[in-house]
T-cell receptor
Framework: EAGVAQSPRYKIIEKRQSVAFWCNPI?????LYWYQQILGQGPKLLIQ????????DSQLPKDRFSAERLKGVDSTLKIQPAKLEDSAVYLC????????????????FGPGTRLTVL | RKEVEQDPGPFNVPEGATVAFNCTYS??????FFWYRQDCRKEPKLLMS???SGNEDGRFTAQLNRASQYISLLIRDSKLSDSATYLC????????????FGKGTKLSVIP
């Protein structure tokens, strides 16, 4: 089974520029999450989608970040304009949104996009 | 109190040692608990779900103490390949699939 795909893997931009990240979840996974992981920290949830609807975007800095999940499959996360403090790894995860064989709803992560803002 | 707190680490242990990590959570409505492993510059990968009765998977044992709101991970007979950061994750409340992660505890197993 293919895992969560993300691109690009690395991105270097200057502050005030724009950047977009793409995520393709595991086939059949209804729920998709975007996380931001700053060096030395755990992943922090930015936004959660269920199918093509937003479940929670309370931690998304909406003045500069936006995300969409058209057709309930792929998703893009955009930053415009980027700030130095946006340097982080952006992780996409997906889940079935129902109990798996373990009895819990497990999240599976993609490899992430490492963003450096100069 | 932070939502999910972990031992700050790092833990440097010799091969063969037993090491334990603790994680406390603040949301008493949380029902799902996980340990993720994250290798350097890689994504987190699920290591174990934590069941109410505790569970064991080979050298790894996870325990849950709901009364004290903490979970633990015990690694016996540490291997060099166990070197990684261990992240504790807790769901955000009853019926929620959202996870809140701790900062992680870095483990280095030394020859």
């Amino acid at each position: 089974e293919a895992g969560v795909a993300q691109s690009p893997r690395y991105k270097i931009i200057e502050k005030r520029q724009s950047v977009a990240f793409w995520c393709n979840p595991i086939s059949g996974h209804a729920t998709l999450y975007w996380y931001q992981q700053i060096l030395g920290q755990g992943p922090k949830l930015l936004i959660q989608f269920q199918n093509n609807g937003v479940v929670d975007d309370s931690q998304l800095p909406k003045d500069r970040f936006s995300a969409e999940r058209l057709k309930g499959v792929d998703s893009t996360l955009k930053i415009q304009p980027a700030k130095l403090e946006d340097s982080a790894v952006y992780l996409c995860a997906s889940s079935l949104d129902r109990l798996g064989t373990s009895g819990y709803n497990e999240q599976f992560f993609g490899p992430g996009t490492r963003l450096t803002v100069l | 109190r932070k939502e999910v707190e972990q031992d700050p680490g790092p833990f440097n242990v010799p091969e063969g040692a037993t090491v334990a990590f603790n994680c406390t959570y603040s949301n008493s409505a949380s029902q799902s608990f996980f340990w993720y492993r994250q290798d350097c510059r890689k994504e987190p990968k699920l290591l174990m779900s934590v069941y109410s009765s505790g569970n064991e998977d080979g050298r790894f044992t996870a325990q849950l103490n709901r009364a004290s709101q903490y979970i633990s991970l015990l690694i016996r007979d540490s291997k060099l390949s166990d070197s990684a950061t261990y992240l504790c994750a807790v769901n955000s409340g009853a019926g929620s699939y959202q996870l809140t992660f701790g900062k992680g505890t870095k483990l280095s197993v030394i020859p």
